[in-house]
């Protein structure tokens, strides 16, 4: 399984996912448009915080930052438990290459670096409906802070595969993800930030 080290990452390339032409295309999505959409709801929620709301700047800050924090704590979750779920029956095995095993066959495809955005918008909604029902009017505070934080992540994942080690603070980052991919694809499973792998213990240098 690819997401679980057993298939050697091909340098260059791409696989068709679906027979489906449909599906196959919008299996694939240029990088830039899953961003946009985010930041631009982000501000809008954030507009809608601070216009239509009674909480202060304060509150709306905090929210935010929290919503930064939840995103990275979900993101390492996401991708240990789901993304490299253990293949341990064929079904099991062909939902995880399919979410992630691909990515890991193919890492330098752009193409396939970012969840779809038309799945993308119905798992958007879910989440803001869960977080609205969690704590009403705060969601339009803390889902800006969670969507900012995945649209971070979304940059980071797209510079590590499509770009040379840069030459600023984003190496770090590169280097800590490219030990995922190519050395241990059980260690570093945080891309935005390592902070989780330092408090789960399954940083690897």
Do not use: C
Not at 31 to 52: D, E, K, N, R
């Amino acid at each position: 399984m690819a997401g679980h080290g057993k298939t050697r990452p091909k340098n260059s390339g791409t696989k068709k996912l679906f027979e489906n032409p449909i599906l196959e295309a919008l299996s694939r999505t240029h990088i830039m448009v899953p961003i946009s959409m985010w930041l631009v709801l982000s501000v809008i929620l954030g507009w809608y915080a601070f216009t239509y709301t009674n909480m202060t700047t304060g509150t709306i800050a905090t929210l935010f930052l929290t919503g930064l924090l939840v995103f990275s704590l979900f993101e390492y979750v996401l991708h240990r438990y789901l993304y490299h779920l253990a293949p341990t029956t064929p079904k099991r095995a062909k939902i995880q290459y399919t979410f992630h095993g691909i990515h890991h066959e193919y890492p330098k495809d752009k193409t396939r670096l970012a969840m779809p955005p038309i799945l993308a918008i119905f798992v958007a909604g879910a989440f803001f409906s869960l977080f609205f029902l969690l704590m009403g009017e705060s969601a339009y505070a803390f889902f800006p802070g969670f969507l900012v934080g995945y649209s971070g992540y979304l940059a980071v994942h797209f510079i590590v595969h499509a770009y040379p080690p840069p030459k600023n603070f984003f190496k770090t980052l590169w280097i800590n993800h490219s030990v995922h991919h190519y050395k241990n694809p059980e260690s570093n499973y945080g891309v935005s930030s390592p902070f989780w792998d330092y408090v789960f213990k399954s940083f690897q240098k």
